[in-house]
């Protein structure tokens, strides 16, 4: 491992000082979860208080239930209790914690229980976790209670599990905010136990809770859901530490598997394959596929690769893009980075002598991967892979190859002006200048070619004999034709890949910062027509596309930008627009839904629904890769809440 792969991750740092930074101006939070009411989370939270506060803590009690439990209140006697508000709704009057009382009593440590409650109407806000943040960004650290039925993410499989809606909910940007999530757990069996002794609720509120929502099965479903999430968010504080600290070892703390993808029928073979063993294993799963500079102009090779990747995507996987020249290298960085314990990968099987010339991706990794397992597959395949180097052959114009030849021409004839005037050595420098010429078009082939045929025309024509490849004096010439063969080749190679990173970096830069660069444009425009032509025109630079912005008429839907163009789709297109519409999904181009089509459609989605469709048609043969999928949605839902703002 070189001294550059142990440094930490520079945006990973960064990050990590930002959260430091956000965390000296604002409160931290501590959620205490559990997977039913009675299972201890106020006690918890209680007790952990009253060891603080032993400390010298300036600690005090917002809201805390006791739902009549004698424990709760012994506890709560040794702390300074915040009265609650008194708010009149439809002639009862409704105790609230009273968030403007807290504010002016500033504590280092507040304990407020039941995040996931509703405020009485006439509160300042809806929710008590809106309090809970208010408290933490005026700097003051919070103690709360929540059980897993409330989190907003889980709340379909909630209610399929306890068979009935869950109304209050806390949004999952909460938990993300909490410092600590503790896990307050009880066997299902010990709190069925507890309700029936009447410490969970009043003895004829806990014979209903029983019959209904306090079932061994549902408790235990909660169970798991509470000990997954709980999991989850110490997974992720794993892996925030272990990339910011730059540790490059895997830590098995969990399963979590990558698979190689690439363009060929065998990687559906593999992603087959990983998705079954995640499924055994209960892991998080990884498609990932490579763009390396021998690749980037093969059409055929990348959207093969890209609709491989969306067959993972559909079966679970999270689908990642890289790039870099070398695939082994890469896959490895990147599975490190994401402590990866497994990597599945095809292995191509051919003649010993082809190794000679050509690494097997597969042994390569299985060499490097120290402490990361590797499962190699191989096997036949429906049809036969065609040659990597044919499909590049087709994919690079004949032009370059009597380029390069015009080239090295160009540097002899320089040369054969030069000799007369500069020591033999000297003439190399011209043709190394036409190597990197060649190579600024980030084709390896031609670059290779002009390398050779510049070490054969300089031995040619200036080294002796002249006129003959053959050299004399084997110690001097021999020494500076084999050197700059090896020193063309490097350079050829380097430029290459400079040229093919700096291309990502800058088409990663533009897409960065293009959601910042429409939502500043379409901010500062008015007007229906206007925006279309704002929003349609930066979406087309983006992507590289024409874009039409179809809206909903009477009858159909009719093309809206360009205005008055004599654009006529077909009734196939016409019924893909449709489609995307009325479903509110992509279609199109590169999706599972009418895919024939030539271009993709994504539908515009307002708060209340789609409100018109975007048709966006690719200018090269190339699909549009996932991430630029992603990228278009967000364009389009920061299209579809201008337009909808407007209209209002």
């Known amino acids: 491992m070189s001294m550059d792969d142990a440094r930490p991750n520079p945006e990973r740092l960064l990050k990590k000082v930002q959260e430091e930074e956000r965390h000296q101006h604002t409160g931290k939070l501590k959620i205490y979860l559990g997977a039913a009411p009675g299972v201890g989370k106020t006690y918890s939270m209680l007790e952990d208080a009253l060891e603080q506060q032993k400390e010298g803590r300036d600690i005090i009690v917002g809201v805390a239930e006791s739902h009549g439990r004698k424990e709760i209140d012994t506890l709560l006697n040794n702390f300074e209790q915040l009265p609650r508000q008194q708010i009149n709704y439809h002639g009862q009057t409704l105790p609230e914690f009273d968030l403007d009382e807290a504010l002016r009593r500033h504590p280092q440590l507040i304990l407020i229980d039941e995040m996931a409650h509703t405020n009485a109407p006439g509160t300042r806000h809806k929710k008590r976790w809106q309090d809970i943040k208010e408290l933490m960004d005026r700097g003051i650290d919070v103690y709360t209670t929540l059980n897993v039925q409330h989190i907003e993410s889980l709340n379909d499989d909630v209610s399929h599990i306890i068979h009935a809606p869950v109304k209050e909910t806390v949004p999952d940007s909460m938990m993300e905010k909490a410092d600590t999530i503790e896990l307050v757990d009880l066997p299902p069996e010990d709190l069925i136990k507890r309700l029936r002794e009447g410490k969970v609720y009043f003895p004829e509120r806990a014979e209903l809770a029983e019959k209904h929502f306090f079932r061994k099965g549902n408790l235990t479903a909660l169970r798991e859901l509470a000990l997954r999430t709980t999991a989850e968010r110490v997974s992720s504080q794993v892996l925030l530490y272990r990339q910011g600290e730059g540790i490059q070892h895997i830590w098995p703390t969990k399963d979590k598997i990558l698979v ?27 498609a990932v596929y490579v763009d390396t500079p021998r690749y980037t102009s093969a059409d055929e090779i990348r959207n ?26 890469e896959v490895l960085r990147f599975a490190r980075e994401q402590n990866v314990t497994e990597i599945i990968v095809w292995k191509h099987i051919r003649p010993r002598w082809k190794n000679l010339f050509h690494h097997n991706v597969s042994d390569e990794l299985v060499r490097l991967s ?158 229906v027509e206007k925006l279309l032509a704002v929003g349609a025109l930066y979406i087309e630079e983006i992507f590289n596309s024409k874009v ?73 043969n190339e699909l549009f890769s996932p991430e630029e999928m992603r990228l278009m949605e967000a364009c389009a839902n920061i299209f579809a809440l201008s337009l909808e703002v407007d209209r209002r």
């Open 260 to 286: 190689c993808v690439g363009p060929g029928p065998e990687s559906q073979k593999l992603i087959r394959a990983a998705f079954k063993t995640a499924s055994h294993l209960k892991a998080e799963w990884i």
């Open 304 to 329: 093969d690769a890209i609709l491989n990747l969306r067959l993972a995507e559909q079966l679970g996987a999270e689908i990642r893009v890289l790039t870099g020249s070398d695939v082994v290298s």
């Open 370 to 527: 120290n402490e990361i397992d590797v499962y190699i597959m191989t096997g036949s395949i429906e049809r036969p892979l065609q040659p990597a180097v044919s499909s590049h052959h087709a994919s690079v114009p004949w032009l370059i190859y009597l380029f390069s030849f015009g080239i090295v021409g160009l540097a002899t004839l320089i040369n054969l002006l030069l000799y007369p005037y500069l020591a033999t050595p000297n003439l190399v420098m011209v043709y190394l200048l036409g190597v990197v010429i060649v190579a600024l078009f980030a084709k390896p082939i031609p670059s290779v070619i002009t390398s050779a045929l510049s070490v054969l025309a300089y031995d040619y024509f200036f080294v002796e004999p002249f006129y003959s490849v053959m050299v004399y004096n084997k110690l001097n010439d021999l020494f500076t034709v084999g050197i700059m063969l090896l020193v063309t080749l490097v350079i050829s190679h380097l430029t290459i890949t400079i040229r093919h990173q700096a291309i990502t970096a800058k088409h990663f830069q533009q897409r960065t910062s293009a959601l910042y660069n429409l939502s500043r444009r379409l901010s500062k425009t008015r007007g």
């Open 548 to 620: 039409l912005v179809l809206l909903p008429k009477p009858h159909q839907l009719e093309i809206a930008y360009p205005k008055g163009a004599k654009i006529k789709l077909s009734e196939k297109e016409k019924g893909v627009a449709q489609w995307s519409f009325d479903m509110g999904q992509n279609a199109g181009l590169g999706t599972d839904t009418l895919p024939a089509s030539e271009a993709v459609y994504i539908p515009l989605l307002a708060s209340k629904g789609p409100i018109g469709v975007l048709r966006i048609q690719p200018k090269t």
